[in-house]
């Protein structure tokens, strides 16, 4: 018998072997779910649902996208929940940074950076300084003059600690030589509120989070290389002297150890989301920044951005 068991299992392990490329040639033969870490309407979740939807003709298959919604631990729990899949290209998630890796720094975390096979990010939404429309300040030379004039005066509203608000305020800081006494709240909503009712001086917050408010608010910096075509009149940090660039980027992820020929037709395919009109008409009514980053040079962002995180928390620990 043990002969014949040895045969048979050695018949098992070279069929596993042929059917492996066969099954990658044929995928997607079911649906593709893709884990979102948030709530259902945040930017992140739009981002995933409008990505869904074209993803779906971009695999030229009959088989559908749908998006889970798996909140919690700011983002922690879907973040775990890809990581921990099995890696056949049917479970994919939203990823977002420096917020996912930044969790792995302050936090006991169940993923690092190497447990995610990196696809392609679609959305840089950049950070901003913004001030209530019914505040005295009107640049931010005149926002950290105050600070400068007098240290921790400066209140800045952060929709929590240990993301890009955050990150981005304390860049701002360094790069300004400057103090400013950090306000976290519940989330992006909360903080826009004492923004723009005047509870804290001034607020971080992506632009993204500022569009429709322009009688509230007054975007005083945008925090990246270049103008936002969503706001062309607002100067960049740098513009201004300071070299500082932080946003949130909102990208696709499956786990690690993703076969080749799945995560290449993967990325082909998002790179036709991409590239599809429609999908750009649509993300630009939406107010999301495109910025569409595949494959390495993805995962190469990831690794950018949790170095820039980990620097952070050496010099400004934040728990």
Do not use: C
Not at 95 to 112: Q, S, V
Not at 187 to 204: D, K, P
Not at 207 to 224: H, K, P, S
Not at 250 to 263: D, F, H, N, T
């Amino acid at each position: 018998m043990k002969p014949i068991l040895r045969y048979l299992l050695s018949g098992v392990a070279v069929l596993g072997v042929s059917i492996t490329p066969a099954l990658a040639d044929s995928y997607p033969v079911k649906p593709v779910e893709i884990i979102v870490g948030y709530s259902a309407g945040g930017g992140t979740d739009v981002m995933a649902r409008t990505v869904g939807t074209y993803l779906e003709k971009a695999l030229a298959g009959d088989e559908g996208v749908v998006v889970k919604n798996m909140p919690g631990a700011g983002g922690q729990i879907g973040f775990t929940a890809v990581a921990k899949a099995k890696p056949d290209g049917y479970t994919l998630g939203t990823f977002n940074l420096p917020a996912a890796l930044a969790l792995t720094i302050d936090r006991k975390a169940d993923y690092t950076a190497g447990s995610f096979t990196y696809l392609a990010n679609f959305v840089k939404d950049p950070n901003t300084i913004v001030v209530s429309r019914e505040s005295g300040i009107k640049s931010l030379k005149d926002l950290l003059d105050q600070a400068a004039k007098t240290p921790e005066s400066v209140t800045m509203g952060l929709s929590s600690l240990g993301g890009n608000d955050h990150f981005a305020a304390i860049l701002m800081e360094k790069a300004a030589h400057v103090d400013f006494s950090f306000v976290p709240f519940k989330g992006a909503a909360n903080a826009r509120t004492a923004i723009m009712g005047g509870h804290v001086t001034a607020g971080t917050m992506t632009l993204g989070q500022t569009i429709g408010y322009a009688d509230n608010l007054r975007v005083l910096a945008v925090l990246d290389d270049e103008r936002s075509p969503f706001a062309p009149d607002v100067p960049t940090a740098r513009e201004l002297g300071y070299d500082v660039e932080m946003g949130s980027y909102r990208g696709i992820v499956a786990p690690a150890g993703l076969p080749e020929k799945i995560r290449d037709k993967l990325i082909a395919a998002l790179r036709a989301v991409n590239d599809d009109p429609d999908f750009q008409k649509t993300s630009a009514k939406q107010g999301s920044p495109i910025s569409f980053i595949a494959g390495d040079d993805f995962a190469a962002l990831a690794k950018r951005q949790i170095a820039v995180a980990k620097d952070i928390w050496e010099s400004s620990p934040w728990k």
